[in-house]
């Protein structure tokens, strides 16, 4: 087995592109090919291999932001830089 290849096809519905080493991103545990994946096409983002459109098997009320989404934006982005108003 090639080293940078985890055998893993990709958790977004529908897409076929396998998740490698240098691709992998991890969302609730499960690896996808592709950030677009892992977010579950935002605005209908196109996956990024040309011969997959995985983006049209998700529904849009599955875009929806999730709790873990959110803390780790959260993580992320605090301290702002700015205080907040009392």
């Given at each position: ?12 519905p ?5 998740v ?63 205080p907040?108003?009392?």
């Open positions: 087995m090639n080293p940078t290849t985890q055998g893993w096809t990709c958790a977004c529908g897409c076929t592109c396998q490698t080493h240098d691709t992998r991103h991890q969302r609730n545990g499960k690896a996808y090919c592709s950030q677009a994946c892992a977010d579950l096409h935002p605005q209908g983002q196109a996956c990024p291999s040309a011969d997959c459109h995985c983006e049209s098997n998700v529904k849009v009320q599955d875009r929806a932001v999730s709790d873990s989404q959110l803390d780790e934006a959260i993580e992320e982005t605090f301290p702002a830089s700015d907040i108003s009392p």
